[in-house]
Antibody, heavy 113, light 107 residues
Framework: EVQLVESGGGLVKPGGSLRLSCAAS????????MNWVRQAPGKGLEWVSS????????YYADSVRGRFTISRDNANNSLYLQMNSLRAEDTAVYYC??????WGRGTLVTVSS | EIVLTQSPDFQSVTPKEKVTITCRAS??????LHWYQQKPGQSPKLLIK???QSISGVPSRFSGSGSGTDFTLTINSLEVEDAATYYC?????????FGQGTKVEIK
């Protein structure tokens, strides 16, 4: 069974940093591109970043480019999102997604002083 | 970026009524369109993939149609448990984009 479990969310002050992790199981991570999607409280879904299976191709939403870094460790079945210079508008539930079919349950990031 | 526009934004429906939600793409996405249901506090649940393909475990009252730029999600004979927000999503090209959501309320 495919499972994606996010962790690392929490409360952080504006300007701070946080690193999200996504533990993948039930499939061969190295065969798939992976994605982060977020959802601000009471708002819709927003794609954040994607990384190809070998990490060769990486893409970011304009809203996070230069502040967030996506990475992966295929040997340890893990996906990461390093978030720096956090802003209040980054407050959201962050989902790890393999593709349209498999999403995690999300981890909440709150940026507030 | 491909923009997805859903309509309506909100719908109040009585049980057993038929619900139709549309999703229009700003350019052709072939059939790379998926529908999700999201209830408060939960992650999105896939209802329909590739415009019209059913998902195991999803009730048969949910169906999808369309191709190119115009897509429809239909809920036949709405049940109380279907109260949720519904999103369309395109995976045709990056960046992934989503419709703004349609909230379905039970009268």
């Amino acid at each position: 069974e495919v499972q994606l479990v996010e962790s690392g969310g929490g409360l952080v002050k504006p300007g701070g940093s946080l690193r999200l992790s996504c533990a993948a199981s039930g499939f061969t991570l190295s065969s798939y591109s992976m994605n982060w999607v977020r959802q601000a409280p009471g708002k819709g879904l927003e794609w954040v970043s994607s990384i190809s299976s070998s990490s060769r191709y990486i893409y970011y939403a304009d809203s996070v480019r230069g502040r967030f870094t996506i990475s992966r460790d295929n040997a340890n079945n893990s996906l990461y999102l390093q978030m720096n210079s956090l802003r209040a508008e980054d407050t959201a539930v962050y989902y790890c997604a393999r593709d349209h079919a498999y999403w995690g349950r999300g981890t909440l990031v709150t940026v507030s002083s | 970026e491909i923009v997805l526009t859903q309509s309506p934004d909100f719908q109040s429906v009585t049980p057993k009524e038929k619900v139709t939600i549309t999703c229009r793409a700003s350019q052709s996405i072939n059939n790379n369109l998926h529908w999700y249901q999201q209830k408060p506090g939960q992650s999105p649940k896939l209802l329909i993939k590739y415009a019209s393909q059913s998902i195991s475990g999803v009730p048969s009252r949910f169906s999808g149609s369309g191709s190119g730029t115009d897509f429809t999600l239909t809920i036949n004979s709405l049940e109380v448990e279907d109260a949720a927000t519904y999103y369309c999503h395109q995976s045709s090209s990056l960046p992934w984009t989503f419709g703004q959501g349609t909230k379905v309320e039970i009268k």
